[in-house]
């Protein structure tokens, strides 16, 4: 998982050196220690720069611009969970592929709106709305709507020639707005349908919680797994999940879940016609695995010993006075709890926390100037390797809204440009490990093996290697496992079984009506 493509990471550095041309800006170039892959490529966007001086010969500013390199391996947890605001939903239930969507699967849609365009550029419901939650979403559409009616009983009454004159002047612009709010209220009424077909809110609610350390354990995530309604490529995300959330507790039962995906509809057949993704990226047949299988695959390439930062640190009873807190803060509902890891990676550069010794400079480039590390930076240009989703761009766009309003004319606040290989949901980032695990042996999908001393024993590419990042004493303790040493840090956890839930009822009890909301929204549309 450490080896570049040679036509990937060539793809790759022209599309990165491409932006900073555009952008007229030459960058001080940072990376995630724990990837390879992240120094490979910045060491080649460097020896490019230097090779074409007289190409980024730009004003000096008196903070350098940054490149931060990051590797999707460092946080596997955003890719697989749900999505519940507006753009991100629309990519993770439809697909958004070049600003289009295909809607030629809805049933009775109409013919016009079988191929829709989405962009901010060119949709102004769209611009406005696209990371609302979708529980405000159906109250917008629905005065989205009413608007549209307002006017189109205007419109109906023509008594005069100045009545004619200014309608046809409005006819194209209101003929435009028709077709908008239309293509809108078809969209929205399918994400609603999927929600409810495939039971998105309680396969949701367990996702969050095993992603912010909020209350799912091993029985809320078996009772979804031998549940009939819940889809199986639903199953095995939060199969996945749950994994990467227990992986160092010694009673996580990742097999006895990994057993129940075969025994409850997730098999070799699933597998090889689980989403139309497989087939937009030209997977063949020979690359297809078990879907239970590419939950230990997902541990030997972004679990617990290959990541350098802990996602799950909300855990740790001796942090949780913090963490409670932190999570209490502009929390929306109980599906918006998770926080992507990129957000605390940007507030500590932006705030001059970042530290070298987890990001280092590519070639000691922290000598450009004094105190590097501490500056704050005016322009950020993020690029995830692996690729990066639409809710880290939410994450992106508001931390741009705040930066800004900080600012002053005399000096702005920070801006914040994010790319990467791919925009992800979590079909598309299942298909990729799927096709990546054909130049990995075979022993790449079964469970990383703890051998004395503490240490992991995973499959790579060449082999095996061993890492010492695992504890070196865990002891339990009832519900309460002590872990000493490791790559999470001394403390102490509760264990898998031990359900923890820290969310105020007023939260969970006021998110009851998110769905109802748009229901009634989309239902109450009439159109003319």
């Known amino acids: 998982p ?36 992240a120094k490979k490529l910045g060491g080649e966007i460097l020896h490019r720069i230097q090779t074409e001086q007289a190409l980024f010969d730009f004003r000096l500013t008196q903070v350098s611009p940054v490149l931060l390199i990051l590797d999707r391996r460092n946080d596997p947890v955003t890719p697989l969970l749900s999505q519940w605001t507006y753009q991100a939903m629309v990519h993770e239930l439809l697909g958004i592929h070049n600003g289009r969507v295909d809607l030629s699967k809805v049933p009775d849609i109409r013919p016009e709106l079988k191929d829709i365009t989405l962009t901010l550029q060119t949709d102004p419901f769209f611009s406005h709305n696209h990371l609302a939650t979708f529980g405000d979403l159906g109250m917008n559409l629905k005065s989205y709507v009413n608007s549209y009616q307002s006017r189109s009983v205007s419109t109906s009454s023509i008594n005069s020639i100045a009545d004619m004159k200014r309608f046809i002047e409005e006819y194209p612009e209101f003929q435009k707005l028709g077709g908008n709010v239309s293509k809108h209220v078809a969209l929205v009424g399918e994400l609603s349908r999927l929600v409810g077909r495939d039971s998105l809110m309680d396969v949701g609610e367990v996702e969050q919680g095993l992603a912010s350390g909020s209350g799912a354990d091993f029985k809320s995530v078996q009772a979804l797994v031998t549940n009939p309604s819940i889809q199986p490529f639903n199953k095995l995300r939060l199969v996945m999940l749950y994994a990467l959330r227990y992986q160092k507790q010694a009673s996580s039962n990742i097999a006895t879940l990994v057993a129940q995906l075969q025994e409850n509809g997730v098999s070799q057949e699933e597998a090889l016609v689980s989403s139309i993704w497989d087939f937009a990226i030209g997977l063949t047949t020979s690359y297809l695995v078990p879907f239970q299988k590419l939950v230990y695959a997902v541990l030997n390439m972004a679990g617990a010993d290959q990541r350098q930062d802990d996602l799950f640190s909300i855990e740790n009873i001796l942090a949780k006075g ?62 995830v390797i692996g690729g990066t989703t639409y809710e880290e761009a939410r994450v992106v766009s508001l931390l741009n809204q705040e930066l800004a309003g900080n600012g002053t004319s005399m000096n702005p606040g920070t801006r914040i440009l994010l ?46 290697s061993s890492s010492s990042a695992g504890p070196s004493l865990n002891v339990q303790l009832g519900g309460l496992n002590l872990s000493v040493g490791g790559i999470a840090g001394t403390g102490l956890y509760r264990s898998a079984g031990e359900g923890v839930s820290i969310q105020a009822d007023g939260i969970r009890d006021g998110v009851k009506n998110l769905f109802g909301k748009v229901k009634q929204g989309v239902e109450s549309i009439g159109l003319p």
């Open 322 to 383: 913090r963490s409670a807190l932190k999570g209490l803060k502009g929390v929306e509902n109980v599906y918006m709890q998770h926080r992507p890891h990129l957000a605390e990676t940007l507030e500590n550069l932006t705030k001059g926390r970042l530290k070298d010794t987890s990001y280092p400079f590519i070639e000691n480039q922290k000598s450009v100037g004094p105190n590097s590390v501490l500056q704050k930076p005016q322009d950020v240009i993020v690029f």
């Open 2 to 37: 450490n080896t570049w493509n040679p036509a990937a990471l060539e793809r790759s550095v022209q599309g990165v050196l491409a932006v900073l041309l555009s952008l007229k800006k030459k960058p001080i170039i940072r990376y995630e220690k724990m990837s390879g892959m």
């Open 419 to 464: 790319g990467g290989t791919s925009v992800h949901n979590s079909s598309s980032y299942i298909a990729m490990i799927r096709a990546a695990l054909a130049n990995f042996p075979a022993s790449f999908t079964q469970p990383p093996t703890e051998v004395p001393g503490g240490t992991t024993s995973t499959s790579t590419a060449t082999g095996s």
